[in-house]
């Protein structure tokens, strides 16, 4: 399995920005799949945004034209940019791996982030 460290959540203002990083370790980044998810107090945890090993992505409807997912192979990090942030994107948000051939699965820890004016 690869280990995934978040980093980047805070407390941000309605309208505002944050980028949030995932660094892996332990495999060749290159050969997972990446995703992030959020998890909202009382809620089930969603998929935001996902990219493949060829830089494929998809977004969750929420987050359509405000959120972007991007990867840097070279430095082992995926990273969500996180535009015009409302108050329903507060959320744990959770980095996703999944390696393209055994499918194996690993979860980083979390981090939060709270829009709120």
């Known amino acids: 399995q690869v280990q995934l460290v978040e980093s980047g959540g805070g407390l941000v203002q309605p309208g505002g920005s944050l980028r949030l990083s995932c660094a892996a370790s332990g495999r060749i980044f290159s050969m997972y799949h990446m995703a992030w998810y959020r998890q909202a107090p009382g809620k089930q945890r969603e998929s935001v945004a996902a990219?493949?090993?060829?830089?494929?992505?998809n977004y969750a409807d929420s987050v359509k034209g405000r959120f972007t997912i991007s990867r840097d192979n070279a430095a082992n990090t995926v990273y969500l940019q996180m535009n015009s942030l409302k108050a329903e994107d507060t959320a744990v948000y959770y980095c996703?791996?999944?390696?393209?051939?055994?499918?194996?699965?690993?979860w980083g820890q979390g981090t939060q982030v709270t829009v709120s004016s």
């Open positions: 996703n791996a999944v390696e393209y051939f055994s499918r194996s699965e690993s």
């Open positions: 990219i493949t090993t060829r830089g494929s992505t």
